[in-house]
């Protein structure tokens, strides 16, 4: 007595952006650690010349074409800010620009530096997306009653 569901639509139609719809979900209390563990200033000194500038970092921006630094990076706030373009944020939206990522991509790639292991929801999507797949692939065939 195997059920059977007629038919299922099949295909890889209509999914358009599966990274939008695969976006993890990421509890308040793990970003909060990753921006307790990450130093904006040591994430935007690797891909720009930062130079202290009074209280302040300063160096040219990588978002516009400029001559004399108008990038902004302020080590106490943990945020960055270009006078320039006006482009500023913490440092997840430097990573989202600077490499363009979406924000839970953003948050994965700190954890990984700062080696935080991911949180049980993100891993749950992943496992769910595994499973349909499976099933996709390997329809679970009808029960076959050997008998006599
Ligand atoms: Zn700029």
Not at 15 to 40: L, Q, T, W
Not at 62 to 84: N, W, Y
Request: with cysteine.
């Amino acid at each position: 007595m195997g059920t059977d569901d007629g038919f299922q639509p099949g295909g890889d139609r209509g999914n358009r952006n599966p990274k939008m719809a695969n976006a993890p979900y990421f509890p308040e209390s793990f970003i909060a650690r990753i921006k307790d563990g990450v130093n904006i200033v040591q994430i935007i000194s690797e891909v720009v010349s930062l130079k202290k500038a009074g209280r302040n970092y300063q160096g040219l921006c990588p978002f516009h074409a400029e001559k004399t630094p108008s990038f902004m990076v302020s080590e106490e706030k943990q945020i960055f800010h270009c006078f320039g373009c006006g482009l500023g944020g913490n440092v997840f939206t430097f990573l989202m620009h600077y490499q363009h990522l979406s924000f839970p991509e953003a948050v994965v790639e700190l954890a990984g530096r700062l080696r935080i292991p991911l949180p049980e929801v993100g891993i749950q999507e992943k496992t769910d997306t595994q499973k349909m797949k499976e099933r996709l692939f390997f329809p679970r065939p009808p029960s076959i009653i050997t008998g006599c």
